[in-house]
Protein backbone atom coordinates (compact mmCIF):
# COMPACT_ATOMS: atom_id res chain seq x y z
CA UNK A 1 0.00 0.00 0.00
CA UNK A 2 2.69 2.49 1.27
CA UNK A 3 4.94 1.51 -2.21
CA UNK A 4 1.73 2.52 -4.09
CA UNK A 5 0.90 5.77 -2.61
CA UNK A 6 5.03 6.56 -3.32
CA UNK A 7 4.65 5.72 -6.88
CA UNK A 8 1.45 7.92 -7.24
CA UNK A 9 2.93 10.76 -5.95
CA UNK A 10 6.10 10.12 -8.23
CA UNK A 11 4.14 9.94 -11.49
CA UNK A 12 1.99 13.13 -10.52
CA UNK A 13 5.20 15.15 -9.34
CA UNK A 14 5.99 18.55 -11.99
CA UNK A 15 9.11 16.28 -12.93
CA UNK A 16 7.76 13.64 -13.66
CA UNK A 17 4.99 15.06 -15.59
CA UNK A 18 7.53 17.26 -17.76
CA UNK A 19 9.68 13.93 -18.46
CA UNK A 20 5.98 12.10 -19.56
CA UNK A 21 5.63 15.12 -21.56
CA UNK A 22 8.73 15.46 -23.94
CA UNK A 23 8.53 11.66 -24.18
CA UNK A 24 5.12 11.97 -25.73
CA UNK A 25 6.48 14.69 -28.17
CA UNK A 26 3.93 16.27 -26.92
CA UNK A 27 5.11 20.47 -26.98
CA UNK A 28 2.24 22.37 -26.06
CA UNK A 29 2.54 21.78 -22.09
CA UNK A 30 6.21 23.35 -22.72
CA UNK A 31 4.72 26.50 -24.81
CA UNK A 32 2.58 27.00 -21.95
CA UNK A 33 5.57 26.91 -20.06
CA UNK A 34 7.15 29.65 -21.35
CA UNK A 35 6.31 32.96 -21.22
CA UNK A 36 6.09 34.63 -24.51
CA UNK A 37 4.66 37.93 -23.49
CA UNK A 38 8.03 38.78 -22.01
CA UNK A 39 9.47 37.95 -25.98
CA UNK A 40 6.47 40.16 -27.05
CA UNK A 41 7.42 43.04 -24.70
CA UNK A 42 11.73 42.58 -25.97
CA UNK A 43 10.14 43.39 -29.43
CA UNK A 44 7.98 46.61 -28.52
CA UNK A 45 11.20 48.13 -26.95
CA UNK A 46 12.54 47.06 -29.78
CA UNK A 47 10.43 49.13 -32.33
CA UNK A 48 11.07 51.87 -30.06
CA UNK A 49 14.59 51.58 -29.86
CA UNK A 50 14.10 51.75 -33.79
CA UNK A 51 12.09 54.98 -33.30
CA UNK A 52 14.96 56.68 -31.38
CA UNK A 53 17.26 56.15 -34.09
CA UNK A 54 15.48 57.11 -36.78
CA UNK A 55 14.03 60.40 -35.53
CA UNK A 56 16.48 62.02 -32.56
CA UNK A 57 19.59 62.88 -34.80
CA UNK A 58 17.51 64.59 -37.14
CA UNK A 59 16.10 67.06 -34.49
CA UNK A 60 19.70 67.69 -34.12
CA UNK A 61 20.51 68.98 -37.59
CA UNK A 62 21.05 72.52 -36.65
CA UNK A 63 22.44 72.39 -33.77
CA UNK A 64 25.26 70.25 -35.65
CA UNK A 65 25.31 72.66 -37.96
CA UNK A 66 25.76 75.36 -35.26
CA UNK A 67 28.02 73.64 -32.89
CA UNK A 68 30.50 72.25 -35.49
CA UNK A 69 30.30 74.14 -38.05
CA UNK A 70 29.32 71.06 -40.31
CA UNK A 71 27.30 72.27 -43.60
CA UNK A 72 23.63 71.58 -43.75
CA UNK A 73 24.79 69.93 -47.32
CA UNK A 74 26.78 67.58 -45.09
CA UNK A 75 24.25 67.22 -42.36
CA UNK A 76 21.95 66.50 -44.99
CA UNK A 77 23.97 63.04 -45.63
CA UNK A 78 23.53 61.87 -42.40
CA UNK A 79 19.93 60.29 -42.96
CA UNK A 80 21.06 58.83 -46.07
CA UNK A 81 24.20 57.11 -44.48
CA UNK A 82 21.46 55.92 -41.80
CA UNK A 83 19.04 54.53 -43.93
CA UNK A 84 21.93 52.86 -46.87
CA UNK A 85 23.46 51.01 -43.69
CA UNK A 86 19.80 49.43 -42.91
CA UNK A 87 19.45 48.42 -46.68
CA UNK A 88 22.95 46.82 -46.57
CA UNK A 89 22.14 44.87 -43.31
CA UNK A 90 18.70 43.63 -44.50
CA UNK A 91 20.93 42.30 -47.42
CA UNK A 92 23.14 40.28 -45.19
CA UNK A 93 20.87 39.39 -43.08
CA UNK A 94 19.11 37.44 -45.53
CA UNK A 95 22.54 35.18 -46.35
CA UNK A 96 23.88 35.01 -42.55
CA UNK A 97 21.16 35.71 -40.05
CA UNK A 98 20.36 31.81 -39.77
CA UNK A 99 23.93 30.85 -39.14
CA UNK A 100 24.46 33.57 -36.39
CA UNK A 101 21.40 32.53 -34.77
CA UNK A 102 18.35 34.99 -33.73
CA UNK A 103 19.33 35.55 -30.05
CA UNK A 104 23.02 36.38 -31.05
CA UNK A 105 21.62 38.45 -33.68
CA UNK A 106 18.80 40.59 -31.90
CA UNK A 107 21.08 40.72 -28.45
CA UNK A 108 23.88 42.60 -30.82
CA UNK A 109 21.28 45.20 -32.80
CA UNK A 110 20.12 46.40 -29.01
CA UNK A 111 24.65 46.60 -28.07
CA UNK A 112 24.76 47.95 -31.25
CA UNK A 113 21.73 50.68 -31.05
CA UNK A 114 23.16 51.74 -27.15
CA UNK A 115 27.04 52.13 -28.43
CA UNK A 116 25.63 54.60 -31.14
CA UNK A 117 23.64 56.49 -28.84
CA UNK A 118 26.12 57.16 -26.44
CA UNK A 119 29.37 56.96 -28.99
CA UNK A 120 26.67 60.29 -30.44
CA UNK A 121 27.38 61.66 -26.72
CA UNK A 122 31.39 61.09 -26.38
CA UNK A 123 33.00 61.06 -29.96
CA UNK A 124 32.64 63.44 -32.32
CA UNK A 125 34.09 66.00 -29.51
CA UNK A 126 36.87 63.49 -29.24
CA UNK A 127 37.54 63.27 -33.19
CA UNK A 128 39.33 65.96 -35.00
CA UNK A 129 36.74 65.76 -37.71
CA UNK A 130 33.36 65.89 -35.51
CA UNK A 131 31.27 64.98 -39.04
CA UNK A 132 33.23 61.79 -39.06
CA UNK A 133 32.56 61.16 -35.61
CA UNK A 134 28.49 61.44 -36.29
CA UNK A 135 28.62 59.45 -39.09
CA UNK A 136 30.49 56.96 -37.52
CA UNK A 137 27.91 56.61 -34.53
CA UNK A 138 25.18 57.01 -37.26
CA UNK A 139 26.13 53.66 -38.81
CA UNK A 140 26.87 51.71 -35.59
CA UNK A 141 23.04 52.83 -34.20
CA UNK A 142 21.86 52.09 -37.77
CA UNK A 143 23.43 48.44 -37.92
CA UNK A 144 20.91 48.10 -34.75
CA UNK A 145 18.40 49.10 -36.36
CA UNK A 146 18.27 47.29 -39.33
CA UNK A 147 18.65 43.98 -37.04
CA UNK A 148 15.51 45.04 -35.38
CA UNK A 149 13.82 45.59 -38.54
CA UNK A 150 14.70 41.81 -39.75
CA UNK A 151 14.35 40.20 -36.67
CA UNK A 152 11.62 41.24 -34.63
CA UNK A 153 8.72 40.26 -36.75
CA UNK A 154 9.95 36.43 -37.58
CA UNK A 155 10.63 36.00 -33.81
CA UNK A 156 6.53 37.69 -33.26
CA UNK A 157 5.51 35.19 -36.29
CA UNK A 158 7.35 32.33 -34.68
CA UNK A 159 5.66 33.18 -31.00
CA UNK A 160 2.11 30.47 -30.43
CA UNK A 161 0.29 33.39 -30.45
CA UNK A 162 -3.45 33.40 -31.91
CA UNK A 163 -4.14 35.68 -34.71
CA UNK A 164 -1.11 36.72 -35.72
CA UNK A 165 -1.97 39.49 -38.00
CA UNK A 166 -3.57 41.51 -35.08
CA UNK A 167 -0.14 40.67 -32.88
CA UNK A 168 2.21 42.39 -35.89
CA UNK A 169 -0.02 45.08 -36.48
CA UNK A 170 -0.51 46.18 -32.65
CA UNK A 171 3.71 45.20 -32.76
CA UNK A 172 4.20 48.11 -35.61
CA UNK A 173 2.66 50.33 -33.72
CA UNK A 174 4.81 50.94 -31.41
CA UNK A 175 6.97 51.94 -33.74
CA UNK A 176 4.63 54.77 -34.02
CA UNK A 177 4.59 55.75 -30.73
CA UNK A 178 8.46 55.17 -30.46
CA UNK A 179 8.69 58.24 -32.88
CA UNK A 180 5.83 60.18 -31.47
CA UNK A 181 7.28 59.81 -27.98
CA UNK A 182 10.89 60.64 -28.81
CA UNK A 183 10.15 64.06 -30.67
CA UNK A 184 7.62 64.69 -27.60
CA UNK A 185 10.19 63.65 -24.75
CA UNK A 186 13.26 65.28 -26.50
CA UNK A 187 11.63 68.59 -27.07
CA UNK A 188 10.21 68.56 -23.92
CA UNK A 189 13.89 68.01 -22.53
CA UNK A 190 15.49 70.65 -24.53
CA UNK A 191 12.85 73.46 -23.52
CA UNK A 192 13.46 72.48 -19.82
CA UNK A 193 16.99 71.69 -19.93
CA UNK A 194 18.52 73.34 -23.02
CA UNK A 195 19.98 72.06 -26.06
CA UNK A 196 23.12 72.09 -25.18
CA UNK A 197 22.14 69.04 -22.72
CA UNK A 198 21.57 67.21 -26.07
CA UNK A 199 24.27 64.64 -25.16
CA UNK A 200 23.14 63.59 -22.00
CA UNK A 201 19.51 62.92 -23.65
CA UNK A 202 21.49 60.61 -25.98
CA UNK A 203 22.93 58.71 -23.35
CA UNK A 204 19.49 58.53 -21.44
CA UNK A 205 17.79 57.37 -24.53
CA UNK A 206 20.67 54.35 -24.65
CA UNK A 207 19.31 53.07 -21.89
CA UNK A 208 16.26 51.58 -23.86
CA UNK A 209 18.35 49.02 -25.65
CA UNK A 210 20.68 48.66 -22.61
CA UNK A 211 17.79 47.15 -20.96
CA UNK A 212 16.46 45.44 -23.71
CA UNK A 213 19.47 43.53 -23.75
CA UNK A 214 18.79 41.24 -21.09
CA UNK A 215 15.10 40.95 -22.18
CA UNK A 216 16.12 39.15 -25.29
CA UNK A 217 18.98 37.30 -23.64
CA UNK A 218 16.29 35.60 -21.29
CA UNK A 219 13.06 36.00 -23.29
CA UNK A 220 12.17 32.59 -25.53
CA UNK A 221 12.70 32.57 -28.89
CA UNK A 222 11.50 30.42 -31.61
CA UNK A 223 12.63 29.81 -35.28
CA UNK A 224 9.96 30.10 -38.01
CA UNK A 225 11.15 26.80 -39.88
CA UNK A 226 14.31 24.36 -38.96
CA UNK A 227 17.55 24.66 -40.14
CA UNK A 228 18.08 23.91 -43.72
CA UNK A 229 14.56 23.75 -44.46
CA UNK A 230 13.74 26.82 -44.82
CA UNK A 231 13.67 28.72 -48.79
CA UNK A 232 16.65 29.82 -50.08
CA UNK A 233 17.01 33.62 -51.73
CA UNK A 234 17.16 31.67 -55.16
CA UNK A 235 13.95 29.69 -54.51
CA UNK A 236 12.63 33.20 -53.49
CA UNK A 237 13.24 34.61 -56.50
CA UNK A 238 11.65 32.03 -58.39
CA UNK A 239 8.45 32.00 -56.60
CA UNK A 240 5.88 34.92 -58.77
CA UNK A 241 4.61 35.30 -55.19
CA UNK A 242 7.13 36.83 -53.85
CA UNK A 243 7.39 38.96 -56.33
CA UNK A 244 4.36 40.60 -56.03
CA UNK A 245 5.14 40.83 -52.02
CA UNK A 246 8.06 42.72 -52.99
CA UNK A 247 5.48 44.89 -54.80
CA UNK A 248 3.38 45.25 -52.25
CA UNK A 249 6.63 46.58 -49.79
CA UNK A 250 7.72 48.75 -51.84
CA UNK A 251 4.65 50.74 -52.10
CA UNK A 252 3.68 50.32 -48.59
CA UNK A 253 6.96 51.92 -47.56
CA UNK A 254 6.77 54.89 -50.75
CA UNK A 255 2.88 55.35 -49.80
CA UNK A 256 4.15 55.85 -45.91
CA UNK A 257 7.17 57.84 -46.40
CA UNK A 258 6.20 59.97 -49.17
CA UNK A 259 3.63 61.77 -47.33
CA UNK A 260 5.18 61.70 -44.03
CA UNK A 261 8.54 63.59 -45.63
CA UNK A 262 6.04 66.27 -46.25
CA UNK A 263 3.55 66.18 -42.96
CA UNK A 264 5.68 68.90 -41.42
CA UNK A 265 5.51 71.67 -45.15
CA UNK A 266 1.46 70.55 -45.27
CA UNK A 267 1.08 71.98 -41.15
CA UNK A 268 3.25 74.91 -41.73
CA UNK A 269 0.74 76.15 -44.75
CA UNK A 270 -2.21 74.86 -43.21
CA UNK A 271 -1.93 76.15 -39.73
CA UNK A 272 1.04 79.05 -40.45
CA UNK A 273 3.26 77.41 -37.84
CA UNK A 274 6.73 77.83 -37.71
CA UNK A 275 9.58 76.03 -39.15
CA UNK A 276 10.50 74.32 -35.74
CA UNK A 277 6.36 73.44 -34.64
CA UNK A 278 5.85 72.58 -38.72
CA UNK A 279 8.35 69.81 -38.21
CA UNK A 280 7.19 68.47 -34.79
CA UNK A 281 3.60 68.52 -35.31
CA UNK A 282 3.08 66.97 -39.21
CA UNK A 283 5.47 64.41 -38.33
CA UNK A 284 3.52 63.91 -34.93
CA UNK A 285 0.03 63.46 -36.21
CA UNK A 286 1.21 61.43 -38.98
CA UNK A 287 2.62 59.15 -36.62
CA UNK A 288 -0.03 59.19 -34.09
CA UNK A 289 -2.72 58.35 -36.80
CA UNK A 290 -0.48 55.64 -37.95
CA UNK A 291 -0.36 54.10 -35.04
CA UNK A 292 -4.17 54.25 -33.81
CA UNK A 293 -4.72 52.32 -37.26
CA UNK A 294 -2.80 49.63 -36.33
CA UNK A 295 -4.07 49.88 -32.83
CA UNK A 296 -7.29 49.51 -34.18
CA UNK A 297 -6.23 46.58 -36.24
CA UNK A 298 -4.34 44.70 -33.42
CA UNK A 299 -7.60 45.20 -31.40
CA UNK A 300 -10.78 44.25 -33.92
CA UNK A 301 -7.91 42.44 -36.88
CA UNK A 302 -9.52 38.94 -36.15
CA UNK A 303 -13.01 40.48 -36.98
CA UNK A 304 -11.51 41.52 -40.43
CA UNK A 305 -10.13 39.32 -43.77
CA UNK A 306 -6.27 41.07 -43.78
CA UNK A 307 -6.87 41.43 -47.76
CA UNK A 308 -9.85 43.32 -48.07
CA UNK A 309 -8.43 45.30 -44.99
CA UNK A 310 -5.18 46.22 -47.03
CA UNK A 311 -7.31 46.89 -50.40
CA UNK A 312 -9.70 49.26 -47.90
CA UNK A 313 -6.52 50.95 -46.93
CA UNK A 314 -5.41 51.58 -50.29
CA UNK A 315 -8.08 53.20 -51.57
CA UNK A 316 -8.27 55.36 -48.49
CA UNK A 317 -4.29 55.99 -48.82
CA UNK A 318 -5.29 56.84 -52.73
CA UNK A 319 -8.16 59.25 -51.87
CA UNK A 320 -5.48 61.09 -49.14
CA UNK A 321 -3.33 61.90 -51.88
CA UNK A 322 -5.88 63.28 -54.15
CA UNK A 323 -7.58 65.52 -51.53
CA UNK A 324 -3.72 66.65 -50.47
CA UNK A 325 -3.02 67.11 -54.40
CA UNK A 326 -6.22 68.74 -55.48
CA UNK A 327 -7.50 70.61 -52.20
CA UNK A 328 -7.27 74.37 -52.37
CA UNK A 329 -7.71 74.49 -48.73
CA UNK A 330 -4.29 73.85 -47.20
CA UNK A 331 -6.84 72.81 -44.05
CA UNK A 332 -8.24 70.11 -46.31
CA UNK A 333 -4.53 69.52 -47.42
CA UNK A 334 -3.31 68.79 -43.87
CA UNK A 335 -6.22 66.73 -43.35
CA UNK A 336 -5.21 64.33 -46.69
CA UNK A 337 -1.71 63.85 -44.61
CA UNK A 338 -3.01 63.36 -41.46
CA UNK A 339 -5.48 60.65 -42.94
CA UNK A 340 -2.74 59.36 -45.16
CA UNK A 341 -0.77 58.12 -41.84
CA UNK A 342 -4.01 56.29 -40.98
CA UNK A 343 -4.65 54.49 -44.06
CA UNK A 344 -1.12 53.23 -44.53
CA UNK A 345 -0.38 51.85 -40.95
CA UNK A 346 -1.24 48.18 -41.68
CA UNK A 347 -0.09 48.34 -45.17
CA UNK A 348 3.66 47.12 -44.15
CA UNK A 349 2.68 44.52 -41.23
CA UNK A 350 -0.16 43.48 -43.09
CA UNK A 351 2.23 42.58 -46.27
CA UNK A 352 4.79 40.82 -43.92
CA UNK A 353 1.90 38.79 -42.44
CA UNK A 354 -0.08 37.58 -45.51
CA UNK A 355 3.54 37.09 -47.02
CA UNK A 356 4.17 34.43 -44.20
CA UNK A 357 1.11 32.92 -44.83
CA UNK A 358 1.30 32.42 -48.32
CA UNK A 359 4.77 31.19 -47.78
CA UNK A 360 5.78 29.46 -44.56
CA UNK A 361 8.92 27.90 -45.30
CA UNK A 362 10.04 31.97 -46.35
CA UNK A 363 12.28 32.38 -43.20
CA UNK A 364 14.63 34.45 -42.31
CA UNK A 365 15.59 35.49 -46.01
CA UNK A 366 12.43 36.41 -46.68
CA UNK A 367 11.51 38.79 -44.10
CA UNK A 368 15.34 40.44 -44.36
CA UNK A 369 14.18 40.79 -48.34
CA UNK A 370 11.00 42.04 -47.66
CA UNK A 371 12.54 44.66 -45.13
CA UNK A 372 14.63 45.44 -47.64
CA UNK A 373 12.19 46.30 -50.44
CA UNK A 374 9.97 48.21 -47.84
CA UNK A 375 13.39 50.56 -47.37
CA UNK A 376 13.71 50.62 -50.95
CA UNK A 377 10.27 52.07 -51.65
CA UNK A 378 11.15 54.63 -48.32
CA UNK A 379 13.97 56.09 -50.38
CA UNK A 380 12.31 56.15 -53.70
CA UNK A 381 8.91 57.44 -53.06
CA UNK A 382 10.01 60.90 -51.34
CA UNK A 383 12.36 61.29 -54.74
CA UNK A 384 9.81 60.83 -56.97
CA UNK A 385 7.32 63.61 -55.32
CA UNK A 386 10.27 65.84 -54.73
CA UNK A 387 10.90 65.11 -58.86
CA UNK A 388 7.63 65.98 -59.76
CA UNK A 389 7.23 68.81 -57.65
CA UNK A 390 10.31 70.39 -59.13
CA UNK A 391 9.10 69.61 -62.43
CA UNK A 392 5.68 71.08 -62.31
CA UNK A 393 7.33 74.23 -60.96
CA UNK A 394 7.78 73.32 -57.35
CA UNK A 395 3.94 72.89 -56.81
CA UNK A 396 3.44 70.31 -54.17
CA UNK A 397 0.34 69.28 -54.88
CA UNK A 398 1.56 68.26 -58.15
CA UNK A 399 4.19 65.71 -56.79
CA UNK A 400 1.30 64.85 -54.31
CA UNK A 401 -0.30 64.00 -57.58
CA UNK A 402 2.70 61.80 -58.43
CA UNK A 403 2.27 59.98 -55.19
CA UNK A 404 -0.85 58.32 -56.14
CA UNK A 405 0.93 55.68 -58.21
CA UNK A 406 2.04 53.63 -55.10
CA UNK A 407 -1.63 52.87 -53.76
CA UNK A 408 -2.89 51.95 -56.94
CA UNK A 409 -0.15 49.62 -57.56
CA UNK A 410 -0.45 48.45 -54.20
CA UNK A 411 -4.07 47.48 -54.94
CA UNK A 412 -3.23 45.84 -57.94
CA UNK A 413 -0.37 44.01 -56.37
CA UNK A 414 -3.05 43.04 -53.51
CA UNK A 415 -5.69 41.66 -56.57
CA UNK A 416 -2.99 39.75 -58.39
CA UNK A 417 -2.26 38.30 -55.02
CA UNK A 418 -6.02 36.62 -54.53
CA UNK A 419 -6.23 35.48 -58.30
CA UNK A 420 -2.85 33.77 -57.46
CA UNK A 421 -4.17 32.34 -54.41
CA UNK A 422 -7.07 30.69 -55.95
CA UNK A 423 -5.34 29.11 -58.43
Not at 50 to 64: K, S
Not at 133 to 150: F, H, T
Request: overall charge positive; hydrophobic content about 50%.
Amino acid sequence: MMQRRRLRRYNRSPRRMVRAVICNGDTEYMNMRKNYQKTLRACYLGFITQAIAANFVPLLFLTFHTDYGIPLGQIALISSVFFLTQLVVDVLCARFVDGIGYRRAIVASEVASALGLIGLAIVPDLCPNPFAGILGCVVIYAIGSGLIEVLCSPIVEACPFDNKESVMSLLHSFYCWGAVGTILLSTLFFAVFGVQRWRLLSCLWALIPLYNIYNFATCPIEHLVEDGEGMSMGQLFATPLFWVSVLLMVCSGASELSMAQWASAFAESALGLSKTLGDLLGPCLFAIAMGISRVIYGKYGEKLELTWAMLGSGALCLGCYLLASIATNPVLGLVGCVMCGFSVGIMWPGTISISSKRMPLGGTAMFALLAMAGDLGGAFGPGLVGWATQRAGDDLRAGMLAGCVFPILLIAGLIAMRRMARR
